[in-house]
């Protein structure tokens, strides 16, 4: 969805909220209490009860809002609204040597081996030497710490998604 100004957000019908907060994470109880805490007097507002509501993500909703995430590092060409957010913020990859990105697949491919999904982390705003390290770093992780990180980067993806979709 383009931008939209806070105002139009609030104001949209149920249905139409939820298809613009499902690309931010979704995650449907936490889509219900964004939609459902409507109107939001700023983009501030909105963004604190994002990341609050975030807290209370479980592994499985982490998992869930995860099916469909593309690798970091992987082309995205897929053609939606949460895809093209993708491309976005992983823009930084493009200019990743072919050793770097050759590193990256083997990293994702031992993660996901680990831990059983996609390694996330919040690209924008990152290179991609700092994406490796992170990742490289969070191979030594525990199950229970690392999906807790993950959780933490989805709810800083998503509410980094909100902001740039809500217009004050």
């Excluded at 609030?10 to 939820?18: G, H, M, T, V, W």
């Excluded at 990859?93 to 059983?116: C, H, I, K, P, V």
């Amino acid at each position: 969805m383009r931008d939209v100004q806070l105002s139009e957000f609030n104001a949209l019908p149920d249905a139409a909220a939820r298809a613009v907060v499902r690309v931010w994470a979704d995650v449907p109880a936490w889509v219900s209490a964004i939609v459902a805490a409507r109107p939001f007097r700023s983009v501030t507002e909105a963004s604190g009860l994002a990341a609050a509501a975030a807290r209370d993500w479980t592994m499985r909703d982490l998992d869930a809002a995860l099916a469909h995430h593309p690798r970091i590092g992987e082309r995205v060409s897929a053609r939606s609204e949460e895809a093209d957010h993708s491309r976005r913020e992983q823009s930084s990859m493009a200019a990743a040597s072919d050793a770097l990105t050759a590193r990256m697949a083997t990293a994702n491919a031992a993660y996901e081996q680990r831990f059983g999904r996609v390694f996330l982390i919040r690209a924008a705003g990152r290179s991609p030497e700092e994406m490796l390290a992170e990742l490289e770093r969070r191979l030594a992780n525990d199950p229970h710490d690392e999906w807790r990180e993950a959780a933490a980067q989805l709810a800083e993806i998503a509410v980094l998604r909100l902001e740039q979709t809500l217009e004050a």
